[in-house]
């Protein structure tokens, strides 16, 4: 009779803990990666949860600043949204929630005469969507899913999103919030983060990114780099308060450009699940369903009160990545603290500090991660690229993502993402097709 391996808990009579500790609970060998059903010791969980936090605000922050929404309301609604997704994915699916970019060109064209009530109505219907596919998922199954996304589709998916995220770490889509606005700081804040990868061992290595934005942001305040009205705001703000609500309301309208989102969202949701997969060598596709649930269910969740609607998180990808870490723990954590800091206006004030150079140098390197993603998803599926179906999927999906290609139809806009995604769809299975159609069927000899 075999021993129970170290951390599991006795089979008779005790209630089976929500995560084994992985080792001894210090120390990740090489190699080997943090399960979602395992853990550190809580001290270190809380700190890969808190770089979770650190990693997906700066984007979670950018879409309110964009669309005029709440930010700490956003903020609230993303822990929210991440501690219901881990609820109902049954603690599976490392992901953190923040807000979609892809809700961010039909909000702006929902929104009449500046009322967040419309949009947040169409952020609710899509959630709805959302959920719908994913009951239907869970009814019929996921061969379907494999069928409509090989390796050679998923992968280049999850390399376009990655790469074009690239001009939100350049120049924050137009914004002047990246690496353009301050490349000094900038670069200090990336090489912080590549030497505290390979400078510190064990733990402290794998807070890389956390560090590198701490030294990032102790360097711009030493060199003038901080905005005095930023500071002004943090000293006035109040430590305790509760976010700013809306309620949302309905129109056909609204619900017409919001509803196309859905398309990126699953596209997503099928990519970190992929990815995820990939990283943690297990098969996931039986928790996608209930990803699109839990999406569906926190977008919902976050319209009904004045949120952004919510995407699993790209950014946090990137963590897992470079820490080898891909224990729900620490996401349980993470969507906590992001409760508990959303009903600080203080934190929302000390956010808003973070130099643009800062966010610019850190998600120059996870932006990257997640593009080196999509790579490793063909690598390890072993994707020939000497078949020219599987080439062309890849480079067409590329270029359109890069290049953020968008189209706008009346009101509705599709942008990089939704159209590379498509690009993928239609060109594997489109030239698998007329491949089909070409080649001969073998005919039996004749008697």
């Known amino acids: 009779m075999t021993s129970p391996s170290p951390g599991t808990p006795p089979a008779t009579g005790h209630r089976r803990a929500p995560w084994r500790l992985h080792g001894d609970g210090r120390t990740v060998r090489p190699g080997d990666v943090v399960a979602p059903d395992e853990r550190l010791s809580w001290p270190r969980t809380v700190g890969v949860g808190v770089q979770h936090v650190v990693a997906m605000f700066g984007a979670t922050f950018t879409v309110p600043l964009i669309t005029g929404f709440p930010p700490a309301t956003t903020l609230f609604f993303s822990g929210l949204g991440t501690l219901l997704f881990l609820v109902l994915t049954g603690n599976r699916l490392p992901s953190y929630l923040g807000s979609s970019f892809a809700f961010i060109a039909p909000v702006l064209a929902a929104k009449a005469g500046g009322d967040l009530g419309p949009a947040l109505g169409g952020i609710v219907v899509a959630g709805a969507a959302l959920a719908l596919v994913g009951l239907v998922v869970q009814v019929a199954g996921t061969r379907w899913i494999d069928a409509l996304m090989p390796p050679a589709v998923t992968g280049a998916i999850v390399a376009l999103i990655g790469l074009n995220l690239a001009p939100v770490a350049w120049d924050g889509n137009g914004s002047g919030t990246g690496v353009k606005a301050q490349p000094l700081i900038a670069a200090v804040t990336l090489v912080a983060i590549l030497l505290a990868t390979v400078a510190f061992r064990g ?245």
Do not use: C, Q
């Open 203 to 447: 733990f402290l290595g794998r807070l890389s990114i956390l560090l590198g934005v701490v030294a990032g942001w102790l360097f711009a305040a030493g060199v003038g780099g901080l905005d005095e009205a930023t500071l002004t705001r943090l000293r006035e703000a109040a430590w305790v308060g509760l976010p700013e609500f809306h309620a949302p309301s309905f129109s056909l309208r609204a619900a017409v450009l919001v509803i196309p989102v859905i398309l990126v969202l699953i596209a997503e949701n099928a990519g970190h699940v992929k990815a995820v997969a990939a990283m943690t060598d297990r098969n996931l596709d039986r928790y996608l369903g209930r990803a699109f649930i839990g999406d569906g269910v926190a977008t919902m969740l976050a319209g009904s009160a004045g949120g952004s609607g919510t995407t699993t998180y790209a950014e946090n990808i990137g963590v897992m990545a470079a820490t080898r870490v891909y224990s729900t723990a620490a996401y349980w954590v993470a969507g906590v603290t992001a409760v508990l800091l959303g009903l600080s206006p203080k934190f929302g004030a000390l956010i808003l500090t973070v130099p643009a150079g800062v966010l610019g140098g850190a998600t120059t390197a996870l932006y990257g991660l997640i593009a080196i993603l999509g790579a490793r998803i063909w690598i390890e599926n072993r994707v020939d690229f000497h078949d020219p179906v599987n080439l062309f999927t890849a480079a067409v999906a590329l270029i359109i993502g890069a290049a953020d290609y968008t189209v706008t139809a009346g009101d509705l806009s599709f942008n990089g993402i939704a159209l590379g995604t498509a690009a993928a769809l239609l060109t594997y299975h489109g030239m698998r097709a007329v491949t089909r159609l070409r080649t001969p069927r073998t005919r039996p000899p004749a008697v």
